[in-house]
T-cell receptor
Framework: KNEVEQSPQNLTAQEGEFITINCSYSVGISALHWLQQHPGGGIVSLFM???GKKKHGRLIATINIQEKHSSLHITASHPRDSAVYICAVRSNFGNEKLTFGTGTRLTIIP | DGGITQSPKYLFRKEGQNVTLSCEQN?????MYWYRQDPGQGLRLIYYSQIVNDFQKGDIAEGYSVSREKKESFPLTVTSAQKNPTAFYLCASSMGGQGWYNEQFFGPGTRLTVL
């Protein structure tokens, strides 16, 4: 079992829909990152969080440390949101490197 | 503009040849990282450096080598010992001595194809 699991693997939605991407992890963590990878391959960091909730524009990230689960929400989705969304966790033991999920490919249809 | 540059965007090499991927940052970050991305897999750490003249192996360092002679540069050499070098390579950097605690900034990546 991978340490970081994302669901769904692929998601297609109509423009304007509310989007939820989920991330579950199996290890104790000190922080969780949400990243966005565009078709060209470049990656942008969206959020880094260790508790509660963060909001930036139409993006909202939440984390439940007890349940080892995080969600990324996109409100009023737009075709430009089409990308791969990657969850990564920083372990709270050992060398504390990041462990990455395999990503969720989101496609927003106009 | 501050950022991370990787060159080239696409790279083709013949099997058995060593190849060096460039990564430069002007963010004044102490820590730099190299990741490899393969289809259907999460990013995997190859090497990282928390400070100039020091670096550590990541999870998949075999067949790779790095140097960190300057703060802004962290080149990765893919040697002929790497059995499956075709992949997308991403460089990242972060500020501070304990880089794992800070947000990582990624470069645009280099897609290496070995023929």
């Amino acid at each position: 079992k991978n340490e970081v699991e994302q669901s769904p693997q692929n998601l297609t939605a109509q423009e304007g829909e509310f989007i939820t991407i989920n991330c579950s992890y199996s290890v104790g963590i000190s922080a969780l990152h949400w990243l966005q990878q565009h078709p060209g391959g470049g990656i942008v960091s969206l959020f880094m969080l260790s508790s509660g909730k963060k909001k930036h524009g139409r993006l909202i990230a939440t984390i439940n440390i007890q349940e080892k689960h995080s969600s990324l929400h996109i409100t009023a989705s737009h075709p430009r949101d089409s990308a791969v969304y990657i969850c990564a966790v920083r372990s709270n033991f050992g060398n504390e490197k990041l462990t990455f999920g395999t990503g969720t490919r989101l496609t927003i249809i106009p | 503009d501050g950022g991370i540059t990787q060159s080239p965007k696409y790279l083709f090499r013949k099997e058995g040849q060593n190849v060096t991927l460039s990564c430069e940052q002007n963010l004044n970050h102490d820590a730099m990282y190299w990741y490899r991305q393969d289809p259907g897999q999460g990013l995997r750490l190859i090497y990282y450096s928390q400070i100039v003249n020091d670096f550590q192996k990541g999870d998949i360092a075999e067949g790779y080598s790095v140097s960190r002679e300057k703060k802004e540069s962290f080149p990765l050499t893919v040697t002929s010992a790497q059995k499956n070098p075709t992949a997308f390579y991403l460089c990242a950097s972060s500020m501070g001595g304990q880089g794992w605690y800070n947000e990582q900034f990624f470069g645009p990546g280099t897609r290496l194809t070995v023929l």
